[in-house]
């Protein structure tokens, strides 16, 4: 196997408060490989996005203890000064947030924000970058971009706010972009439109993609590898088939279960949520964090942390349950009600 | 025209039954205004457009739309939180369009709403033991003494702790949040509740307990629901039926199991096919629309169908010159589209298991 593009080792990212210490990514490992799209499934607070920001430098240890090892392209992320993360975020690593209104300064033009990110990697000239700019602009399905680089964010809708904060985010030609809830403050025809993209410009760019969602339906289209985190780990991960005909663990079946779904015949059809909250990040439940809300724990599950194990392949699963049990649970509570 | 589907087969046929609510050709506009002194009157936002609507007691009327459809103007009109500039509104056989003052206030005890943002509904300086009896407070229902004991019941009833009373809002998570929502609008035994995207804002396992939540609500008071959101699969879930909105329009109105197999207006067939779906057999079975673009401002709609400068199955002059209106389809099924789509255009149903 190649080397992996990214390859995270056992990362904690833990903040001391005046509650507590708040666990938000408590030891996660996995690899990415070149080209992949990565899902990150979670609910808040599940560590999904602290675990990225964590990756593109945005949480420093002056925030946070960080522990663990960020390997990027051979080069362990956590280690390099910042003069040098500098170079590496935005050039090789870009993100792009959910909100693209808060994302882009009201102040200056879309155009001038993209041409400015392009000369703090690069020297090339203004005008250079401006035309870089309106290049990439157009790329993204921008109609008439040399117009619209001179507008203000304002004056782009929503979906095209965040098609220029993906110019933005491509303009470097980036080897991992990072998309954190890129599409959740978008309307359906929208956030279709906006990942067909990301999908077309990944091919185009040969970048490699994470997606963090909430929404597992989000990411059943365009990911190849899926990972399910909950309250700082990740609790399953594996292909887009084994998490979609084939979960192993009760936090997924819930998720699978709490989504409504469009063929159902009847209107009114019950749903099956996850009972409870998420847990406290300075409290996490003993043993396994999902035991309070999960409807199959026994009593090893509130002693003993179950561990990432890999049932076959590239699926894993972090959960005490017998693998036969599993697989007969994901058919009578999950596949029943396709 | 009216919109009448009966999809249960043991209750009477709806054409004998009454509307709750019974909305006649009504319009909003806003106007856009030039000048600060002297202002005048340069256009209008055409934000609801001519909708009539009926919706019958007991069941779930969904509407759905992109931002911007007029979604929720059209249930703040049904409200009565907007006069509308056009149109009538019957609640209950009355016609409640012009009340004023004190009818309107005794109005108010029939209809509630649910908020969107379970952050900016709820003040944060009260508690939610205030919060939650209010309504009380304000209309009378409930002698003063008997007021925390009544409020500690609807909390047990939406699934709070009634020890919680004397919490405030920030103490909460969204979901929570949103159930003290519930609670509110539930206080005074309304007939109907308006529910404006109850559920967007928060996570897929509590969105589930809330919709679980809405429908034992709805059983137990035989509550009248409004809902609406711009995931059509929420909306198709909790609906027994669904209206498609376009640029201050209803397009189209069906049963959600009708709309969902044979969708007829190509906006609801764009977006049925937007929907993400967590099953990727079933999703690649579905035939993308993708709309090019975004929705036409609607201070200027576009002439003859709305959506034809977006529609890909548009035809000129026809779609452009004449305005379509709203025709029987399928039993229940009206839209207004001159060149209907196929049935089982977007999603192919078949009866068989999806292959693993």
């Known amino acids: 196997m190649a080397e992996p593009l990214l390859e995270v080792r056992d990362l904690r990212v833990h903040f001391p408060t005046d509650d507590g210490l708040v666990k938000a990514v408590d030891g996660i490992s996995f690899t990415l490989a070149a080209g992949e799209t990565l899902g990150v499934v979670g609910e808040s607070g599940s560590g999904k996005s602290v675990s990225f920001l964590t990756v593109m430098g945005l949480i420093t240890k002056n925030q946070a203890r960080i522990q663990g090892e960020i390997v990027f392209q051979g080069q362990d992320l956590l280690k390099l000064p910042p003069e040098e993360m500098r170079n590496v975020r935005g050039a090789k690593i870009s993100m792009i947030f959910q909100d693209p209104m808060t994302s882009l300064h009201p102040y200056y033009k879309v155009g001038t924000q993209i041409a400015e990110a392009i000369r703090t990697h690069q020297k090339v000239s203004k005008r250079e970058a401006r035309e870089q700019a309106v290049e990439m602009l157009r790329r993204v399905g921008i109609p008439r971009p040399d117009e619209r680089a001179d507008q203000y964010p304002h004056e782009f809708s929503g979906g095209m706010r965040q098609r220029a904060m993906i110019a933005m985010a491509l303009s470097l030609n980036p080897d991992l972009l990072i998309a954190d809830e890129p599409t959740t403050a978008l309307d359906v025809t929208v956030q279709a439109q906006i990942l067909d993209l990301i999908d077309r410009l990944k091919q185009e760019f040969n970048a490699s993609v994470v997606i963090i969602t909430h929404d597992l339906g989000v990411v059943a289209e365009h990911c190849d590898h899926i990972q399910v985190m909950y309250a ?107 | 025209m009216s919109v009448q589907v009966n999809e249960r087969p043991d209750e009477a046929p709806v054409e004998e039954r009454r509307p709750l609510v019974r909305i006649r050709g009504v319009r909003k506009l806003f106007p856009i205004t030039r000048g600060i002194i002297f202002q005048k009157h340069i256009g209008d936002v055409h934000a ?177 629901y409004l809902f609406i959101a711009h995931d059509l699969a929420v909306v198709k879930h909790v609906s027994d039926r669904v209206a498609v909105m376009y640029l201050g329009k209803i397009v189209e109105m069906a049963a959600g199991a009708t709309l969902y197999r044979n969708p007829k207006h190509p906006y609801t067939g764009a977006l049925l096919s937007a929907v993400p779906i967590a099953d990727p057999d079933l999703a690649a079975q579905k035939k993308r629309i993708i709309l090019e673009g975004d929705v036409p401002s609607p201070i200027d709609p576009p002439s003859g169908c709305r959506f034809h400068p977006r529609c890909p199955n548009a035809q000129f002059p026809k779609c452009r010159d004449e305005e379509p209106f709203l025709e029987p389809h399928h039993p229940g099924q009206v839209a207004a589209c001159h060149f209907p789509l196929e049935d089982r255009a977007v999603i192919e149903t078949t009866d068989a298991e999806p292959v693993h």
């Open chain 1, 232 to 338: 700082g780990k990740i609790v399953e991960a594996g292909g887009r088939r084994d998490i979609y005909y084939g979960a192993h663990h009760p936090y997924t079946w819930g998720l699978l279960s709490s989504i409504p779904r469009l063929a159902e015949e009847e209107a009114h059809e019950r749903l099956n949520p996850i009972r409870g909250l998420p847990p406290s990040l300075i409290f996490v439940p003993p043993g396994c964090a999902f035991h309070p809300r999960c409807p199959h724990a026994f009593d090893r599950c509130r002693t003993e942390v179950p561990a990432l194990l890999p049932a076959n392949g590239h699926h894993a699963s972090a959960c005490h349950l017998a693998l036969e049990d599993k697989e007969r649970i994901f058919q009578e509570t999950v596949m029943v009600r396709r």
């Open chain 2, 48 to 224: 609801v457009d001519g909708v009539d609507l009926d919706i019958y007691p007991g069941e779930t009327v969904g509407l759905v739309g992109e931002t911007g459809c007029g979604k929720s103007t059209l249930a703040r009109v049904v409200m009565r939180l907007y006069d509308a500039t056009e149109g009538t509104i019957e609640f209950d056989g009355r016609d409640i369009t012009d009340l004023k003052g004190r009818e309107l206030r005794l109005l108010r005890r029939d209809m509630q709403m649910i908020f969107q943002d379970p952050f900016a509904s709820l003040n944060p300086r009260k508690t939610i033991g205030s919060i939650i009896g209010e309504p009380f407070r304000l209309h009378h229902t409930v002698p003063r003494n008997r007021i925390k004991a009544e409020v500690q019941q609807l909390m047990e009833l939406v699934g709070l702790n009634p020890e919680h009373y004397n919490r405030y809002p920030h103490e909460f998570s969204g979901g929570q949040r949103q159930r003290i929502g519930v609670a509110r609008s539930l206080a005074l035994r309304p007939k109907l509740i308006v529910c404006d995207e109850p559920v967007s804002a928060l996570d897929v396992s509590i969105q589930a307990q809330i919709l679980n939540l809405l429908e034992d609500l709805q059983e137990e008071f035989n509550l009248t």
